[in-house]
């Protein structure tokens, strides 16, 4: 039993690092909040649904976030800054935005596959977890519970440890979480820069797969 276990947590380790590359760094940050590229339609089908197993937000909620805490970052009306909300609201994602700005969002609902998740995601997500456990429990811990508990702790860490310091933070250990991304002061300097580094490795796999990244 523990040898299954150990298993199923090694291959949810190795298929988060997937979602957080494809999905959560290339797709939902570097695409859609910023724009940096454009994709095709089948990468994006493709990358919601990695998001879809790895549940932080709703791509839009998630989105709309993004953007706010590069308007105002480190502000009291960055939504999840340390420094007004405190370090556990923040790592734990357990802060919420009563009112989004039509601005940060109004593009976003555009897009049908977006809407669609966003309508639709806890219904998706449950059925990613009955459906993974009824598989196998310990198919339900590599390929749903493993994934959700990193993007937590991957999201958590980028809007903690990522901002020691006021306007981002160079953390490279947090690549292992968030694919390439621990340059983050890098990405607040100039937020349309792909490639924030050499070692990161979501910003490398972008520039490989779309020629105007």
Not at 188 to 203: C, E, F, I, V
């Amino acid at each position: 039993m523990i040898e299954n276990i150990l298993l199923a947590t090694i291959a949810g380790l190795i298929w988060s690092q997937i979602i957080s590359h494809f999905g959560a760094s290339i797709l939902l940050h570097r695409y859609y909040c910023h724009k940096q590229f454009s994709v095709p339609v089948w990468f994006e089908i493709i990358g919601l649904y990695l998001l879809s197993v790895a549940y932080i937000r709703t791509p839009i909620g998630w989105i709309a976030s993004h953007r706010m805490h590069h308007s105002y970052v480190d502000t009291s009306k960055d939504p999840h800054s340390v420094t007004y909300l405190g370090f556990w609201k923040v790592f734990t994602t357990t802060w919420t935005i009563p009112n989004i700005p039509i601005n940060f969002a109004k593009d976003l609902y555009s897009n049908p596959r977006l809407v669609f998740l966003h309508n639709h995601h806890k219904k998706i997500l449950a059925c990613h977890w009955l459906i993974s456990f009824l598989i196998s429990p310990y198919f339900f811990i590599s390929y749903a519970l493993i994934p959700f508990i990193f993007a937590k702790l991957g999201f958590g860490l980028l809007n903690t440890v990522g901002h020691i310091n006021k306007g981002g933070a160079n953390v490279p250990w947090l690549n292992f979480f968030i694919a390439g991304e621990g340059y983050h002061k890098e990405h607040h300097t100039n937020p349309m820069q792909t490639r924030l580094h050499k070692y990161d490795s979501a910003g490398w796999l972008a520039t490989k797969l779309f020629s105007n990244a």
